[in-house]
């Protein structure tokens, strides 16, 4: 079994900061990219943020110099620290990790729960 668990959500002013957080622990074989994704009420889910297992990232262009993401691999762990937060942030924020399971040679995408990310104006 591979669960994915973040942390970190709630509410902050416009122009603060959060950090999320995201482990995922389990039967895990190798894990190669992890995401943040978030989802705002009416709207697709979007893709926030990504990171390779050898440190490559990619941003949307919505939060780039804004978000920053990084990853333990020893611990299978993510984070996005988010600074100079704007209302439009306000979203469901989801981590994801591609990854192979033990005794499996198949990758999959797993989701953790969603963690409420809400910025005031």
């Known amino acids: 079994q591979v669960q994915l668990v973040e942390s970190g959500g709630g509410l902050v002013q416009a122009g603060g900061s959060l950090r999320l957080s995201c482990v995922a622990f389990?039967?895990?074989?190798?894990?190669?990219?992890m995401a943040w994704y978030r989802q705002a009420p009416g709207k697709q889910r979007e893709l926030v943020a990504s990171?390779?297992?050898?440190?490559?990232?990619y941003y949307a262009e919505s939060v780039k110099g804004r978000f920053s993401i990084s990853r333990d691999n020893a611990k299978n762990i993510v984070d996005l620290q988010m600074n100079s937060l704007k209302p439009e942030d306000t979203a469901v924020y989801y981590c994801s990790a591609d990854l192979t399971p033990e005794r499996t040679f198949v990758v999959h995408r797993y989701w953790g729960q969603g963690t409420q990310v809400t910025v005031s104006s």
């Open positions: 990171i390779t297992s050898s440190g490559s990232t």
């Open positions: 389990g039967s895990i074989f190798t894990v190669n990219v």
